[in-house]
Protein backbone atom coordinates (compact mmCIF):
# COMPACT_ATOMS: atom_id res chain seq x y z
CA UNK A 1 0.00 0.00 0.00
CA UNK A 2 1.41 3.57 -0.66
CA UNK A 3 0.41 6.00 1.39
CA UNK A 4 0.84 9.50 0.87
CA UNK A 5 1.67 12.16 3.99
CA UNK A 6 2.08 16.22 3.46
CA UNK A 7 3.50 17.83 6.73
CA UNK A 8 2.33 21.15 5.17
CA UNK A 9 4.44 23.71 7.78
CA UNK A 10 5.15 27.39 7.60
CA UNK A 11 8.56 27.80 5.54
CA UNK A 12 9.05 24.53 4.11
CA UNK A 13 6.23 21.58 2.53
CA UNK A 14 7.62 17.97 3.26
CA UNK A 15 5.93 15.79 0.49
CA UNK A 16 6.33 12.00 1.77
CA UNK A 17 5.29 8.38 0.25
CA UNK A 18 5.18 5.52 2.96
CA UNK A 19 3.68 2.69 3.96
CA UNK A 20 0.90 1.20 6.55
CA UNK A 21 3.77 0.28 8.75
CA UNK A 22 4.95 4.05 9.29
CA UNK A 23 7.93 3.74 6.81
CA UNK A 24 9.06 6.39 4.62
CA UNK A 25 9.78 5.29 1.40
CA UNK A 26 10.38 8.23 -0.47
CA UNK A 27 10.31 12.12 0.50
CA UNK A 28 10.25 15.51 -1.22
CA UNK A 29 10.98 19.20 0.13
CA UNK A 30 8.96 22.37 -1.16
CA UNK A 31 9.23 25.30 0.25
CA UNK A 32 6.11 27.30 1.24
CA UNK A 33 5.27 30.81 -0.98
CA UNK A 34 1.83 31.06 -1.72
CA UNK A 35 -0.46 28.29 -3.06
CA UNK A 36 0.16 29.55 -6.89
CA UNK A 37 3.99 28.73 -6.24
CA UNK A 38 3.28 25.52 -3.74
CA UNK A 39 0.30 23.51 -4.93
CA UNK A 40 1.43 22.53 -8.36
CA UNK A 41 5.02 20.64 -7.47
CA UNK A 42 2.66 18.79 -4.87
CA UNK A 43 0.20 18.01 -6.58
CA UNK A 44 2.50 16.55 -9.59
CA UNK A 45 4.64 14.52 -6.90
CA UNK A 46 1.13 12.59 -5.43
CA UNK A 47 -0.45 11.66 -8.20
CA UNK A 48 3.10 10.35 -10.03
CA UNK A 49 3.07 8.45 -6.77
CA UNK A 50 -0.27 6.96 -7.68
CA UNK A 51 -0.97 7.52 -3.46
CA UNK A 52 -4.28 5.38 -2.45
CA UNK A 53 -4.75 7.71 0.30
CA UNK A 54 -3.32 11.12 1.73
CA UNK A 55 -2.96 12.38 5.13
CA UNK A 56 -2.07 16.55 5.49
CA UNK A 57 -0.34 17.74 8.70
CA UNK A 58 -1.36 21.23 7.95
CA UNK A 59 -0.12 24.80 10.15
CA UNK A 60 -3.06 26.40 11.00
CA UNK A 61 -5.27 27.75 12.45
CA UNK A 62 -7.72 25.14 9.85
CA UNK A 63 -11.26 24.00 9.93
CA UNK A 64 -11.11 20.48 10.80
CA UNK A 65 -14.57 20.15 11.34
CA UNK A 66 -16.07 17.80 8.67
CA UNK A 67 -19.58 19.16 9.23
CA UNK A 68 -18.37 22.75 8.75
CA UNK A 69 -18.79 24.63 5.25
CA UNK A 70 -15.28 25.41 5.22
CA UNK A 71 -14.03 21.68 6.19
CA UNK A 72 -10.43 21.62 5.20
CA UNK A 73 -9.49 25.53 5.09
CA UNK A 74 -6.45 26.88 5.99
CA UNK A 75 -8.76 29.95 7.85
CA UNK A 76 -7.18 32.91 9.88
CA UNK A 77 -3.30 32.04 9.35
CA UNK A 78 -0.64 34.96 9.80
CA UNK A 79 0.90 33.87 6.13
CA UNK A 80 -1.41 35.51 4.27
CA UNK A 81 -1.63 34.30 0.87
CA UNK A 82 -2.90 30.84 2.50
CA UNK A 83 -6.00 32.56 4.24
CA UNK A 84 -9.28 30.73 3.53
CA UNK A 85 -7.54 28.62 1.64
CA UNK A 86 -9.02 25.44 0.88
CA UNK A 87 -6.34 23.05 0.79
CA UNK A 88 -7.79 19.73 1.17
CA UNK A 89 -10.48 20.51 -1.90
CA UNK A 90 -7.45 21.17 -4.04
CA UNK A 91 -5.92 17.92 -3.50
CA UNK A 92 -9.60 16.07 -3.30
CA UNK A 93 -10.28 17.67 -7.01
CA UNK A 94 -6.99 16.38 -8.56
CA UNK A 95 -5.94 12.81 -6.52
CA UNK A 96 -9.30 11.22 -5.71
CA UNK A 97 -8.76 9.90 -3.01
CA UNK A 98 -9.62 9.64 0.92
CA UNK A 99 -7.91 11.89 2.43
CA UNK A 100 -6.79 12.73 6.39
CA UNK A 101 -6.71 16.19 7.72
CA UNK A 102 -5.67 17.89 10.75
CA UNK A 103 -3.23 20.69 12.14
CA UNK A 104 0.69 19.91 11.73
CA UNK A 105 1.00 19.07 15.45
CA UNK A 106 -1.76 16.62 15.81
CA UNK A 107 -0.09 15.13 13.00
CA UNK A 108 3.19 14.49 15.16
CA UNK A 109 0.83 13.85 18.51
CA UNK A 110 -0.40 10.83 16.50
CA UNK A 111 2.54 9.37 14.84
CA UNK A 112 3.90 9.08 18.06
CA UNK A 113 0.93 7.70 19.15
CA UNK A 114 0.76 5.50 16.36
CA UNK A 115 4.44 4.29 16.16
CA UNK A 116 6.49 5.97 19.10
CA UNK A 117 7.54 6.69 22.25
CA UNK A 118 3.78 7.30 23.23
CA UNK A 119 2.13 4.09 21.45
CA UNK A 120 -0.37 2.18 23.45
CA UNK A 121 -0.79 4.92 25.96
CA UNK A 122 -4.89 6.76 25.58
CA UNK A 123 -3.69 10.18 26.33
CA UNK A 124 -0.62 11.83 25.59
CA UNK A 125 0.63 15.53 23.96
CA UNK A 126 3.06 16.57 21.54
CA UNK A 127 4.59 19.41 22.09
CA UNK A 128 6.80 21.23 19.42
CA UNK A 129 8.96 24.24 20.55
CA UNK A 130 10.34 26.17 17.66
CA UNK A 131 9.87 29.19 14.94
CA UNK A 132 6.27 28.56 16.96
CA UNK A 133 4.51 26.40 19.74
CA UNK A 134 2.35 24.18 19.06
CA UNK A 135 0.83 21.32 21.08
CA UNK A 136 -1.00 18.22 19.34
CA UNK A 137 -3.51 16.14 22.17
CA UNK A 138 -4.62 12.49 21.80
CA UNK A 139 -6.90 12.17 24.09
CA UNK A 140 -9.17 8.60 25.21
CA UNK A 141 -7.35 7.71 21.80
CA UNK A 142 -7.75 9.82 19.32
CA UNK A 143 -7.24 13.55 18.69
CA UNK A 144 -8.62 16.74 20.39
CA UNK A 145 -11.17 18.62 18.71
CA UNK A 146 -13.59 21.11 19.86
CA UNK A 147 -14.57 24.26 17.96
CA UNK A 148 -11.65 24.07 16.16
CA UNK A 149 -8.46 22.65 17.37
CA UNK A 150 -5.99 23.02 20.61
CA UNK A 151 -4.09 26.36 20.19
CA UNK A 152 -2.11 25.78 23.55
CA UNK A 153 0.82 27.44 22.69
CA UNK A 154 -0.76 30.35 23.19
CA UNK A 155 -1.80 30.08 26.86
CA UNK A 156 -1.19 32.84 29.29
CA UNK A 157 1.88 32.20 31.72
CA UNK A 158 3.42 33.91 34.66
CA UNK A 159 6.54 35.59 33.71
CA UNK A 160 10.12 34.72 35.29
CA UNK A 161 10.92 36.79 38.00
CA UNK A 162 14.18 38.22 36.18
CA UNK A 163 12.74 37.83 32.44
CA UNK A 164 11.68 41.81 31.34
CA UNK A 165 11.02 40.97 27.78
CA UNK A 166 7.92 41.86 26.39
CA UNK A 167 7.09 38.59 24.38
CA UNK A 168 7.39 38.76 20.42
CA UNK A 169 3.69 37.11 19.76
CA UNK A 170 1.97 39.57 17.86
CA UNK A 171 -1.63 38.78 19.25
CA UNK A 172 -0.86 38.14 22.66
CA UNK A 173 2.95 39.72 23.22
CA UNK A 174 3.98 37.37 26.67
CA UNK A 175 1.91 35.07 25.81
CA UNK A 176 3.86 31.31 25.94
CA UNK A 177 4.82 31.49 22.31
CA UNK A 178 5.56 34.98 22.50
CA UNK A 179 8.43 34.03 25.95
CA UNK A 180 9.55 31.03 24.45
CA UNK A 181 9.13 30.50 21.31
CA UNK A 182 12.97 30.02 18.74
CA UNK A 183 11.87 34.30 17.81
CA UNK A 184 12.21 35.04 21.20
CA UNK A 185 15.70 33.79 22.40
CA UNK A 186 17.00 35.69 19.48
CA UNK A 187 14.97 38.95 20.77
CA UNK A 188 15.77 38.54 24.01
CA UNK A 189 19.47 37.52 24.04
CA UNK A 190 20.38 39.34 20.83
CA UNK A 191 21.75 35.91 19.81
CA UNK A 192 20.44 32.74 17.67
CA UNK A 193 19.81 29.97 20.32
CA UNK A 194 22.40 27.53 19.16
CA UNK A 195 24.83 30.55 20.00
CA UNK A 196 23.44 30.65 23.56
CA UNK A 197 24.33 27.08 24.53
CA UNK A 198 26.61 28.01 27.29
CA UNK A 199 24.58 30.75 28.64
CA UNK A 200 22.72 28.84 31.93
CA UNK A 201 20.61 31.88 32.57
CA UNK A 202 18.71 31.47 28.86
CA UNK A 203 18.04 27.90 29.42
CA UNK A 204 16.69 28.53 33.35
CA UNK A 205 14.36 30.72 31.81
CA UNK A 206 12.94 28.62 28.76
CA UNK A 207 12.89 26.10 31.43
CA UNK A 208 10.81 27.69 33.31
CA UNK A 209 8.20 28.84 30.49
CA UNK A 210 7.91 25.00 28.89
CA UNK A 211 7.91 23.37 32.51
CA UNK A 212 5.09 25.87 33.31
CA UNK A 213 3.29 25.12 30.16
CA UNK A 214 3.83 21.52 31.32
CA UNK A 215 2.11 21.22 34.46
CA UNK A 216 -1.03 23.34 33.34
CA UNK A 217 -1.47 20.69 30.71
CA UNK A 218 -0.90 18.19 33.31
CA UNK A 219 -3.78 19.72 35.22
CA UNK A 220 -6.21 20.09 32.46
CA UNK A 221 -5.37 17.17 30.16
CA UNK A 222 -3.90 14.58 32.77
CA UNK A 223 -1.57 12.84 30.19
CA UNK A 224 -0.04 9.94 30.61
CA UNK A 225 3.51 10.80 29.37
CA UNK A 226 4.41 14.66 27.59
CA UNK A 227 6.30 14.48 24.50
CA UNK A 228 8.78 17.95 23.93
CA UNK A 229 10.13 18.49 20.13
CA UNK A 230 10.95 21.03 18.06
CA UNK A 231 14.35 22.71 17.33
CA UNK A 232 14.69 24.41 20.56
CA UNK A 233 14.76 20.94 22.40
CA UNK A 234 17.62 20.35 20.11
CA UNK A 235 19.61 21.66 23.36
CA UNK A 236 20.54 18.82 25.57
CA UNK A 237 20.06 20.66 28.78
CA UNK A 238 17.16 21.69 28.46
CA UNK A 239 14.95 18.64 28.84
CA UNK A 240 16.09 17.66 32.10
CA UNK A 241 15.63 21.35 33.60
CA UNK A 242 12.47 21.46 32.98
CA UNK A 243 11.70 17.93 35.02
CA UNK A 244 13.34 19.88 37.58
CA UNK A 245 11.14 23.11 36.86
CA UNK A 246 7.82 21.03 36.32
CA UNK A 247 8.31 19.21 39.92
CA UNK A 248 9.30 22.06 41.75
CA UNK A 249 6.08 23.92 40.41
CA UNK A 250 4.02 21.19 40.67
CA UNK A 251 4.96 20.97 44.41
CA UNK A 252 3.47 17.56 45.00
CA UNK A 253 0.37 18.00 44.30
CA UNK A 254 -0.85 15.57 41.76
CA UNK A 255 0.95 12.39 42.94
CA UNK A 256 1.06 9.49 40.28
CA UNK A 257 2.85 6.68 39.16
CA UNK A 258 3.50 8.37 35.99
CA UNK A 259 4.69 11.72 37.87
CA UNK A 260 7.05 9.43 40.31
CA UNK A 261 9.19 8.97 37.15
CA UNK A 262 10.04 12.08 35.36
CA UNK A 263 12.28 10.71 32.97
CA UNK A 264 9.25 8.30 31.21
CA UNK A 265 6.87 11.09 31.87
CA UNK A 266 8.57 14.28 30.25
CA UNK A 267 10.02 12.83 27.21
CA UNK A 268 12.05 14.07 23.59
CA UNK A 269 10.74 12.72 20.45
CA UNK A 270 11.56 9.44 19.49
CA UNK A 271 10.96 9.26 16.06
CA UNK A 272 14.04 10.82 14.42
CA UNK A 273 11.91 14.25 13.52
CA UNK A 274 9.66 11.90 11.32
CA UNK A 275 6.50 11.99 13.86
CA UNK A 276 5.05 14.55 11.45
CA UNK A 277 5.14 12.49 8.25
CA UNK A 278 4.39 9.42 9.65
CA UNK A 279 1.21 10.74 11.82
CA UNK A 280 -0.20 12.25 8.55
CA UNK A 281 -0.03 8.70 7.27
CA UNK A 282 -2.10 7.53 10.05
CA UNK A 283 -4.68 10.15 9.53
CA UNK A 284 -4.75 8.73 5.92
CA UNK A 285 -4.61 5.07 7.26
CA UNK A 286 -8.02 6.46 8.84
CA UNK A 287 -9.44 8.52 5.75
CA UNK A 288 -9.10 5.04 4.67
CA UNK A 289 -11.23 3.19 6.68
CA UNK A 290 -13.78 5.41 7.41
Known amino acids: MRIGALEAGGTKMVCAVGNEQGEILKREVFPTGTPDDTMPPML ?13 GCFGPIDPNKESKTYGYITSTPKLAWQNYNIVGAFAERLHCPIG ?61 EDSYKGCCPFHGDCLE ?54 VMKQPVLLPLIREKFTELMAGYIRTQELADM ?28
Not at 44 to 56: D, H
Not at 146 to 161: F, N, S, T, V, Y
Request: net charge negative; hydrophobic share 40%; aromatic share 8%.
Open 178 to 231: GLAGGPSLEKRWGKAGALLTEEPKVWEIEAYYIAQACVNYSMILSPERIVLGGG
Open 44 to 56: AFFEQEKIEALGI
Open 263 to 290: ESYIVGASLHDNQGAMGCIQLALEALKN
Open 101 to 161: FDTDVNAAALGEAAFGITKGLKNSIYMTIGTGIGVGVYSEGRLLHGMMHPEAGHILIKRHP
